[in-house]
């Protein structure tokens, strides 16, 4: 399956520019690491002025007595204060939905936004939360045993595996 | 040694963080690393991540500290956990319940971790090696063996100012025969590889064979203190200040007390740092400890987010182990 | 008229008091050794031990083990220590001072006696206190202690920070013709938990370091010298100890000494926070330390070695290091590590044997520990190539603090004598 990225994350900036006429410029916020990737380009197409902020949810997952990763990645950055604001959260993949509720909680623990719009690369069906994206790269059906991972910075593919 | 075999699982991730020796060089940085990421909590509205919500740690200082105490309790808090903080004078133990038996009553309050502090050394391995196995230990200090988190917080200070460690010169100075804070921060200076590792003190106060600990020994200031970059002042407890160990408080200051004067040997961008109470005109003086190159103030902060850091690789081991 | 008659056929006897070291048979009557190699004519055994395969040796005299009894520091008495010694191949266990109450008074002497008369097991002697509850301070009853049957008076582990007190108890010794037994070790130097060096400091433990016990060593030589006293210095630790006694003893000064099985084996890089049982008193040195005891071993300088043993309870062992009761059980490693150390090329097995047979009986001026014909016929019989591992369920003792578990030995005795009476036979495995 050849997706081109490039092409997907500029119809996706169409699609936000469209919802934010006439709104107030919303602040970006990208999800380590894939969703950062996706939203440095939405930033740029869209010309957006404050800082692009990135958030690391690692100490906001789910399974952390589960599974007890040791956070290892860049600390979350949000240059900029959330309270009253619109806010566009970005993720590569939207799959379960515990990744966005994750982040959901961590933007609630810097302040109060006005709203929080999700945009997804990709939608993949299996979601086990009652979340949705609001701006879609595009729709995906895999089947469990199926992976897809977003490789970058440069160039953005998709690779879509399956373990043989 | 068991220090290795005890703090580590099978995999090597830290389990139970009791003393710097027995961790190599990999799992330091890890700490240091994983420190970075928890400083920034703290200048949030919310000083608060979830990732420990529903834990219990309980803080059993067998010796009472309230500076410890409350970097422990803030660290916890900050995680969301739930912390308890239980002072057990010593006294209480000699009254006939042993240390193992305090332990098991405190299991029985379905604890996850406990955070020890106590005046003998080796009482944090004893309790690590004799707790039930879903509970880690942290060791706040036991005598004078080790105080291995507050070894970390102020190596993450020196990586924060100077970056890379192998070209620097580091002396500490002062009471290292009974320091636990001394024998931790030399373990990690030389693990982490420092260029030279330098201990100053009268006599006195510098224990038997710490050469073979990996440094060199110096009973003259100015000329321990020539070239170096990092200083580590150590606290002198008021009991040693006058008796057969050193003749007065004044005396001290004079020989080993930090001026800019006696500072100015040291490289000009040379920090200061100090565990924490100073006390003043004794150890260090006010210029030097308010003045640029003192870095005391900013310990205390990375002393929380190395906290922060440490109980939740430890919790995230046990975790996985389940 | 001649009874419990006893034939021990076959055996290679090892009897250093008679440097004797051959196949022979060993006859017995009247609870005391008849003859060697030659049957008496008329000889008639009641009964015949096989040894044939084993050592017989004489049952070992151990200078310094503790029973636990008079004391409330462990479950361990005369009667569970007696039988333990005997499983080991000791007949004779000499007692320090240091019960609870401590042996200053007749009574407490005579309860030992008659405690360990009544176990029928190991011969329980006693030394008794120096000093009025070891405190250092007004003298012992020392001719009343004597003529209950101590034979010879020490301060146990306690230092005697007086040094008048202790001359002046070394010359009432003198005149009461008794031998002192010391532990040199300088009271304030003496106050840590191991040897005081880079271990010590690594570990954050208060050392004590080795001039604690050459202080103390040199200002009682030269009392002992000043007044002529019988000296036998326990437990030494130090090689710098070791020198200092040769010295005195080419001097022709009336000083012996001993070491304990812990320091010839041990060293201060076997102590860590999680094995109390490594805190000992006196503290294990170094290899140095270690290298110059087996040495004096082999020099006659230390003429005898003892176990040091003293059983304690787990909670006694239980605590930060520190704090734990320093002490191991160790009075059933005696005979194995004995003949561990003369399989090593420090010290010969007939030297390692005289250590806890013939020397530390001369050193109390008795003749125990020995095969010769009219001797008491305390013997042992073991079989010296069972390898096995040490293990906790095999100690008899009480006390399980042994620094020794999990080492592999060789030895294991199959009988042991006192008096010409059975009073261990191992099981059939």
Redesign the interface.
Known sequence: MDINVDNLISQMADQLSARLEGRPEPLMIGIHTGGVWVASQLHELLQLSEPLGILNIAFYRDDFSRIGKHPNVEPSNLPFDVDNRDVILVDDVLYTGRTIRAAMNEIFDYGRPSSISLAALLDRSGRELPIQADVVGRQLSLSEEEHVKLCGPSPLTLQISKPG | MTDKQLQLDPQGRLKHFLSIEGLNRKLLVDILDNAEQFVGVGERTVKKVPLLRGKTIVNLFFEPSTRTRTTFELAATRLSADILSIDIEKSATRKGETLLDTLRNLEAMHSDMFVVRHSNSGAAHLIAANVAPHISVINAGDGRHAHPSQAMLDVFTIRRHKQDFYKLKVAIVGDVMHSRVARSEIHALNTLGVQELRVIGPKTLIPTGIEDMGVHVYHDLQEGLRDVDVVITLRLQHERMEGPLLPSASEYFKLYGLTEKKLSVAKDDAIVMHPGPINRGVEIDSEVADGKRSVILQQVSHGIAIRMAVMSMTMSTLAGQQ | MTQNRLHIRGGQLIDPANQLDAQQDLYIADGKVLAIGQAPDGFQPDQTIDASGRMVIPGLVDLCARTGEPGNLSKANIASETLAAVSAGVTTMVCPPDTDPVIDSTAVAELIHSRSAQAGLARVLTIGALTQGLEGERLASIHSLKAIGCLAFSNADRAIVSSEVLRRAMEYAVSCDVPVFLRAEDYWLGRGCMH??????????P?I?STAETIALSRDLLLAEQTGVRLHFCRLSTAAAVEMIADAQQRGLPVSADVSLQNLHLTEMDV???QPDTHLRPPLRTQRDRQALRKGVADGVIGSICSDHKPLDL?AK??????TEPGASSIESLLPLIIKLAAGDSVSLQQALAAVTCNPSRTLGLDLGQLSPGASADICIFDANDDRLLQRRDLLSQGKNSPYLDWSVSTRVSHTLMNGRIVYQAQPE
């Not at chain 3, 005081?196 to 433990?205: Q, V």
């Not at chain 3, 239980?318 to 704090?323: E, I, L, Q």
């Open positions: 005081e060096g880079a271990i010590s400091t690594r570990l954050g433990l050392g370091p860590d926070f999680l909670d239980t605590a930060p290091f520190s704090d």
